[in-house]
């Protein structure tokens, strides 16, 4: 049945499952719904998902063919099985990890604890779950999905379904307003009880999809819910001050930069420049400690924050842009002050700095729930740190179909207006070959900068930022097409895939650009990963500067414009060097970080204190 090497015990699952498959054929709809059911009863019984599991995939697989018009592979299978035992999978892109997600979550929903599944943005968390639903129908289950702007009650409801598609950022602040409610309904009176009810369950099984990211990239990502705070006019006079004065801080001279923490810290003589820029009566109900604070606050800003990079305004409101997918992060604020340093860059309405009423980690969530697993294109580059942080198996699941993928020489530049000239020449060269190509950038503002390239050489495309992520869906249903120019963030590098027209396939399939570095080669793979999915075949290229903003994050500005000077002749082991560096640091302040978390959570708790609510 199964043609590649795989595990003596999983081989036996395999092999069960397709004796179930084939006692189904010539079922009826109901019988199918009624052997669910019976599972749901053995489930209930106490009879473990391991012995039930061939029954419960061969359903599943049946109902998807009855339902979806499709049937899982032997790889999806495989993919399933892994998933029910703790593990995160690796997948390659187009080898159908939605279909394979339905599998352990039918036969974790037969417990009837409810199962969720976390997404990266509410598109795909909707998109899936109407997808899926009519599959999950069939077999008696209930299919819900959870997105921004539900009120109590209809959370309630998905929450109350078997199995619940969500962000992971929605099953968090939702687990955090339950756990306020529940406090607070200690206290209330029999009155208020019912505005008190939680909306959610226990938590219990968790499959993340796109798990590096979610379990990796935003792992210390904090969810906040605040509690009310007044700001003072003195205090947003000081913080505008802040804002017109730090572009004229001296590095060296007036601060010093810490890179590895990318904080600032005024030197003596900086304190000295500081007040001589004082203006009359701007100290009023202001200390001498708050205006260096929100200097280095306001100097760190100018450095290391920047509009349609790491943020966008949106309605008079900061919206922040994350890096690691291009999507925004929608109600999400930054902390100690950096909110409200960029607003007054951005002349914007200072808000309070929240205090925290509740505080928990995407790390910190996933840890909750009893069982987890997880699927992505790129888990095996995480492997080590998956298993450390989760206590998860990293699993590389075979491709069905032989890799057709061709990655194409990368090329350097000495600066950036070559590198950006010489991918339009590449856009039009291969256009005119009659294939669709997309171009991952960085940041909006570089999505932008060559937009406008392109139009000035007459070149009609789409662009997908943050600034356009309600359009995702339609644009990427157009980029497989003929022709097509796709200048895109992270955002189409996951959870998407571009379907080809068949003449596309017969030209040579779609060409990616990768016109910058990323933080970690896992986000580059995944963006190359859209081309060449189910076997069909696809080219990719890199566009690389000593430009580029990597080296400036890896190194700081001035090593960094020193390197630009100095070792022109060997970008290829500067730039690589530098996305190492940077990746190293990365996973070193997350482990550092998970460090002292577990360390604040362990005194909070020897208090008697609840460490999500009790925050310190």
Not at 82 to 98: D, F, P, S, W
Not at 293 to 308: G, Y
Not at 469 to 482: N, P, T, V, Y
Request: hydrophobic share 40%.
């Amino acid at each position: 049945m199964f043609s590649l090497p795989i595990r003596p015990t999983t081989s036996r699952q395999l092999a069960r499952i397709d004796r179930q498959l084939r006692t189904l054929s010539s079922v009826s709809d109901r019988q199918l719904r009624e052997q669910a059911a019976t599972l749901r009863y053995r489930a209930a019984a106490g009879e473990s998902l391991h012995r039930l599991l061939p029954e419960a995939y061969a359903l599943v697989v049946e109902a998807a063919d009855r339902t979806l018009g499709i049937r899982h592979y032997d790889v999806q299978l495989l993919g399933g099985i892994h998933l029910a035992n703790r593990c995160v999978i690796e997948m390659e892109t187009g080898q159908g990890k939605t279909l394979t997600a339905t599998l352990p979550l039918f036969l974790h929903a037969l417990r009837g604890q409810g199962v969720h599944l976390a997404t990266s943005n509410d598109y795909l968390a909707q998109r899936d779950a109407d997808t899926m639903r009519p599959l999950f129908s069939m077999l008696g289950l209930t299919c819900g999905v959870v997105v921004d702007g539900m009120d109590d009650s209809q959370r309630r409801h998905s929450y109350r379904c078997d199995i619940t598609y969500a962000t992971a950022a929605e099953l968090g602040f939702d687990f955090l307003r339950d756990r306020l409610k529940r406090r607070a309904a200690a206290g209330a009176s029999t009155a208020d009880q019912s505005e008190l009810q939680p909306v959610g369950r226990e938590l219990d099984f968790l499959l993340a999809d796109e798990a590096d990211a979610l379990m990796i990239d935003e792992a210390n990502t904090p969810m906040i819910i605040g509690a009310p705070a007044r700001i003072s006019d003195q205090k947003q006079a000081l913080y505008q001050w802040a804002a017109q004065t730090a572009p004229d801080a001296i590095e060296k001279q007036h601060y010093r930069y810490n890179l590895r923490e990318r904080s600032v810290e005024l030197l003596p003589a900086g304190r000295q420049w500081a007040r001589q820029q004082l203006s009359a009566g701007l100290m009023d109900g202001n200390s001498i400690l708050d205006l260096f604070e929100k200097l280095e606050r306001a100097i760190t800003v100018d450095r290391d924050f920047h509009r349609d990079q790491h943020y966008i305004v949106r309605d008079g409101e900061i919206v922040l842009i994350n890096e690691a997918t291009g999507r925004l992060g929608e109600g999400r604020q930054w902390q100690d002050g950096i909110q409200q340093a960029i607003q007054a860059v951005e002349r914007l309405p200072i808000t309070a700095p929240t205090t925290h009423a509740a505080k928990l980690t995407v790390q910190g969530l996933f840890l909750s729930y009893r069982h987890l697993a997880g699927m992505t294109g790129t888990a095996v580059a995480a492997a080590s740190e998956l298993r450390k942080v989760y206590k998860t198996n990293v699993v590389r699941i075979p491709p069905l179909h032989k890799s057709r993928r061709q990655a194409l020489s990368t090329r350097y530049f000495a600066d950036d207006t070559e590198k950006y000239q010489a991918i339009v020449d590449e856009i039009i060269a291969i256009g005119h070959a009659g294939r669709p190509v997309l171009i991952g950038t960085r940041s909006v503002e570089n999505s932008q900068r060559l937009s406008k390239l392109l139009r000035d050489a007459n070149v009609p495309h789409q662009v997908l930022n943050a600034h356009q992520h309600a359009s995702e869906a339609k644009i990427i249903a157009l980029a497989g097409r003929a022709g097509q120019v796709t200048v895109a963030t992270s955002m189409a590098g996951r959870g998407t895939d571009i379907c080809l027209d068949d003449d596309v396939v017969d030209r040579g399939g779609l060409h990616v650009i990768l016109s910058e570095l990323h933080d970690s080669p896992r986000q580059d793979q995944q963006l190359w990963g859209r081309c060449g999915r189910q076997g069909q075949p696809g080219t990719y290229r890199q566009f690389l500067s000593l430009d580029d903003a990597i080296l400036d994050q890896a190194y700081g500005d001035q090593a960094a414009a020193g390197y630009r000077t100095h070792r022109r002749g060997n970008q290829a082991a500067l730039l690589s060097t530098a996305q190492q560096t940077l990746e190293q640091r990365r996973r070193q302040n997350r482990l550092t970080a998970l460090y002292h978390e577990k360390r604040r959570l362990r005194a909070v708790w020897e208090m008697g204190r609840d460490p999500l609510l009790d925050v310190m």
